[in-house]
């Protein structure tokens, strides 16, 4: 009996990490980049550059990612404050975006 609340416990606990883990909410903020491939580029640029400036980011912003430790990653509660959060979650859109304007090479004469 005190096996089995032992494996309960840690099966518990293992349970509560999920989606709450630093890994998993910084591997959420890389986004696709074709989703703006259907935005015009210069409306693009416009929405990158206001994103940056509001959040006080670089244009070349990117998501940023933590060590942890080796394997420890899907366990580490994510401690970051929710303005912290967001404004990693606003760099990897501001990344995305960049990605797209790159692979169409918007801004550039031609």
Do not use: H
Request: one cysteine or more.
């Amino acid at each position: 009996m005190r096996w089995n609340l032992v494996v309960l416990a840690s099966c518990l606990a293992i349970a509560g990490c999920v989606g709450t883990s630093i890994a998993e909410r910084q591997d959420a903020n890389v986004q696709s980049s074709l989703q703006y491939d259907s935005v015009p580029c210069n409306r693009l640029l416009a929405q990158r550059n206001a994103l940056a400036q509001r959040y006080r980011l670089p244009q070349d912003a990117k998501p940023s990612f933590s060590d942890p430790g080796v394997g420890l990653g899907p366990f580490t509660p994510d401690t970051r404050s929710k303005a912290q959060r967001d404004v990693e979650q606003v760099s990897g859109r501001i990344d995305a975006m960049n990605r797209s304007i790159a692979r169409r090479e918007c801004g550039k004469p031609g």
